[in-house]
């Protein structure tokens, strides 16, 4: 599937949005130079700004390279759709409020020569402190599975195998996805040259809103996948919380998982054929 040349085969670039007017063009200014041959497939969920129109002009002007799709959903279906939609034997997604170093792309692809899952490295650019903060890890057979899809390619073959990402997920789904690739047996390489740039929420209230989301995610993998919970080393997590910035993410976090632990009921995910029920006092 897709086209080759001697720089290897066509990878497609998928997209989700919803009301990234703000970032967009710079995102896909920063495509347009990567090493071809790619494509880039920009899926909008009903932006309520100018996102579908700057993606439509982008695909009136070199509809070879660009195409947009509007379709309803969470970003896991809007993936989904993207990737159907793609010609590529391998894809990649980056997100609405990112920016591709010019390497991003050639360096994606030497590293799907090698494994079936790629994540590079995401650099976050603001002035705001929290902007710093790091992420939690998590890890599965070795490998960290919490690459999110802001950086993130999948051989096609591979992300087809494994049913694409789960729609349920309100957020985690990439956490989702890359815990069935590793437990399939699939391999991840981590490329830090690979590198995309993510704009930092602007407003604190607006960073706190992604925390809790974040939290209600982590609850529904717990839901699907068994206690992963206790495999964050939490006591070694609160012990690091050195700033009230750390501190406000964890509690939103924590206000968002315990949000879905009471609102779940018959939503509640169920393990996936072969994966441990989540033992009684993960609730």
């Not at 509007?70 to 990737?83: A, D, K, L, P, Y």
């Not at 815990?179 to 490329?191: D, M, P, T």
Request: glycine share 10%; with cysteine; net charge positive.
């Amino acid at each position: 599937m897709g086209s080759e040349t001697d720089r290897g085969p066509l990878i497609s670039v998928v997209i989700t949005v919803r009301n990234e007017e703000r970032h967009l063009g710079q995102l896909l200014e920063s495509l347009r130079g990567q090493e071809p041959p790619f494509e880039v497939v920009v899926v909008d969920s009903e932006s309520r700004d100018r996102s579908l129109a700057v993606a439509q002009g982008y695909a009136a002007r070199e509809p070879e390279r660009f195409r947009a799709i509007e379709h309803s959903g969470s970003r896991g279906i809007g993936r989904n759709v993207g990737v159907r939609a793609a010609r590529g034997a391998s894809v990649a997604f980056i997100d609405g409020d990112c920016f591709a170093d010019s390497n991003w792309l050639r360096r994606v692809r030497a590293g799907l020569a090698a494994a079936p899952v790629v994540a590079g490295r995401t650099v976050t650019v603001g002035k705001p402190r929290y902007g710093q903060l790091e992420r939690v890890e998590l890890f599965q057979s070795g490998y960290d599975v919490t690459y999110p899809t802001a950086n993130l390619a999948y051989h096609r073959a591979l992300f087809e195998q494994l049913g694409g990402f789960d729609p349920r997920f309100i957020t985690a789904e990439d956490i989702d996805l890359n815990l069935r690739a590793v437990r399939a047996g699939a391999s991840v390489q981590y490329l830090p040259d690979a590198i995309v740039y993510h704009h930092m929420r602007t407003t604190f209230v607006r960073f706190l809103y992604q925390a809790f989301w974040n939290g209600y995610g982590r609850k529904q993998l717990t839901e699907k996948h068994g206690s992963l919970w206790g495999r964050y080393r939490v006591r070694r997590l609160i012990s690091t919380q050195r700033s009230a910035i750390a501190w406000a993410r964890m509690t939103a976090a924590f206000a968002g998982y315990s949000f879905r632990v009471l609102t779940a009921g018959a939503r509640r995910l169920t393990p996936d054929p072969g994966e441990p029920d989540p033992p009684p006092g993960d609730a």
